[in-house]
């Protein structure tokens, strides 16, 4: 559908199975693009365990999904936090693929949640580092080899509903993706003059392994049992269901084709109709 061929593409957050980082990946792939499959790939503390990243096992796995696909694929792991060792993805990339073309700032925090009057600087500062200072750097250095290139680009953000709407106990995760919505805007004015688009993707509920932990969190929240917590996210929403993660990648294929070339500063809300700002 979209002419991807040729490009090289970076997920970041890309390494788990079942997540929206791997269906971005095999869509891409789909579409012709060279993807650097990257997450975190070893545990990093109580705040970032095995059940919340990419391992490098689960990454080399997609890798070869892609690969499958006929595409060519390579994995890094990557902190985003890490200034160097963004540094170092942009490099493999390069090395590898001989440009970065796309960017897809995927990689995010959305399972530390607490009341607002006892949430933790230490929490506070784990959200904020992943979801909006991993994306600043890893936008810094990919724009850097974009304008080095002189061939334009595209930085995709994997922003939220709540870059739009508040949601309780979810302080630190909300200003983030606000946040990363100001980053899109202010970067799509300055890096249009290089040829570079910057867009969001504003998901609501999606159904993948962090969507089931927030569904047991807030259920619990709202002394509801799983199920009808479930239903009544369904039943809010116009079209009556929950997003999948290939809603996702369909609308970030959409916005790195040339059938976009027209769209930037952008927060598209991908929700069914439940979110309209």
């Not at 040729?6 to 693009?33: D, F, M, N, Q, Y």
């Not at 997609?62 to 060792?85: M, P």
């Not at 750097?137 to 709540?162: E, P």
């Not at 929950?242 to 916005?255: K, Q």
Request: charged share 20%; glycine share 10%.
């Amino acid at each position: 559908m979209y002419n991807l061929q040729g490009k090289t593409a970076i997920v970041t957050g890309s390494g788990r199975h079942k997540g929206i980082g791997e269906a971005i990946a095999l869509r891409l792939a789909a579409e012709g693009c060279r993807v650097v499959v990257s997450d975190l790939g070893k545990p990093q503390g109580e705040q970032f365990a095995e059940t919340h990243i990419g391992t490098t096992a689960e990454m080399e796995e997609i890798a070869q999904a892609i690969r499958q696909l006929g595409a060519e694929a390579i994995t890094v792991a990557c902190d985003v936090r890490s200034e160097e060792q963004v540094e170092t993805l942009i490099a493999r990339a390069v090395e590898a693929f001989g440009s970065v073309d796309i960017l897809v700032n995927n990689a995010g925090v959305g399972y530390l949640m607490e009341p607002f009057t006892e949430f933790k600087e230490s929490s506070w500062d784990a959200v904020l580092d992943v979801n909006l200072k991993g994306a600043f750097l890893c936008s810094k250095h990919a724009a850097r080899q974009m304008i080095r290139q002189g061939t334009g680009g595209v930085i995709i953000n994997i922003a939220s509903q709540a870059a739009k709407s508040g949601f309780p106990y979810a302080a630190a995760y909300t200003a983030s993706k606000h946040g990363l919505v100001g980053l899109t805007r202010s970067n799509a004015v300055e890096l249009g003059k290089h040829k570079i688009r910057v867009n969001a993707v504003c998901p609501n509920h999606i159904t993948t392994g962090l969507g089931h932990w927030q569904n047991q969190f807030f259920s619990e929240k709202f002394g509801l049992d799983y199920e009808t917590y479930l239903q009544g996210i369904r039943d809010r929403n116009p079209l009556g269901r929950t997003g999948l993660v290939e809603d996702i990648a369909n609308a970030v294929a959409f916005l790195a084709s040339d059938q976009a070339s027209y769209i930037t500063g952008e927060a598209m809300n991908v929700s069914g109709g439940e979110e309209y700002h």
